[in-house]
């Protein structure tokens, strides 16, 4: 992977702009706030949300150019790394060199630029977990995950800055399809089914399953199809389709040679005042409890790693997420996005219970990091 040093590829005023822009103050904004703006389809809503993001995407962005600049253990070093870095400033760049937004027109050159930003960054998830392996293996069998404490940390605010990243981007430009399926704005669908949602969801997951294994558990849900709230579909949809991977997983490799029929695995869904809950529970014989504290770790899977230092991650669609140890940190992230969470309660010699929180109320300010 060629990779050049920042002060080759990069002039040293854009750098000293990266550091300006670095730190000044992020913007976060809410569900309900997204909805409610996002409702009134007009020019001048139009152009106040560009100009909005043409403010706040270079502030965001900077702060994690920066921030890939320092991290601890020579990991900003590494090859992967490094063209992350170079993801991000690129895209400042192109931020900060398009001229103030006055027109419809300029409005809409800003919307596909920042489109093909959204494209640029597709594979930061995969290429970040590339270069934190290639630390990784560079430490030696002894790294302790206490040890990269840090890491894990900094890898929790950079894909939650991502995730805001990519829903405020999303929401523009989805936002000016000129013939939006009902009852979606943007990216918020104003009465999605939890329900249908993970229906979906649990489909795809199966399907992955069957064709992994051959055999798959069925699953349950148990909820009123009917009842809605206001979320943003591929969130949830990509939360448990993680949470029910692993079920599958768990349940699947502890009957996959017994004689026993496997358990079904049971999603529940409920409806509460401030939460909208959805439990996933399986009798895939549960976590160790001293495994537990690793479970939200990036670095933490006990499935066999498909990242190969020379798969070419540049190309699109070159990467599934099977095996990173990502599932869950991600999926909680996702959740407290928008104000929810996600806990992992197990029973060893049984089976684990996830229970993904939803806020409903959607007024939870985007967590900035
Ligand atoms: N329902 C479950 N039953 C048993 N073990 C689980 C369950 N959910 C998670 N785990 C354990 O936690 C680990 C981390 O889960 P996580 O979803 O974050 O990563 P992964 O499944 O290993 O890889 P990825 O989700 O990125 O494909 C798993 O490897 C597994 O050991
Ligand atoms: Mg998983």
Known sequence: MAVKKVCESFSKSLIDDVHKWGCMKQTGVSLRYMMEFGSETNDRNFLISAQFLHKELPIRIARRAIELERLPYGLSEKPAVLKVRDWYLDSFRDLRSFPDIKSMNDEKDFTEMIKAIKVRHNNVVPMMALGVQQLKKGMGPKVVYQDLDEIHQFLDRFYMSRIGIRMLIGQHVEWHNPNPPPHLVGYIHTKMSPVEVARNASDDARGMCLREYGSAPDIHIYGDPDFTFPYVPPHLHL?????????????????????????????????????????????????????????FTYLYSTARNPLHEHSDLGTADAVTMAGYGYGLPISRLYARYFGGDLQIISMEGYGTDAYLHLSRLGDSQEPLP
Request: no cysteine; net charge neutral.
């Open 239 to 295: 939360m448990v389709f993680e949470l029910v991977k692993n079920s599958l997983r768990a349940v699947q490799e502890r009957f996959m040679d017994s004689d026993k029929v496997a358990p079904p695995i049971r999603i529940i869904v409920a409806d509460g005042i401030e939460d909208v809950t959805i439990k996933v529970s399986d009798e895939g014989g549960g976590i160790r409890r001293s495994g537990l504290p690793k479970i």
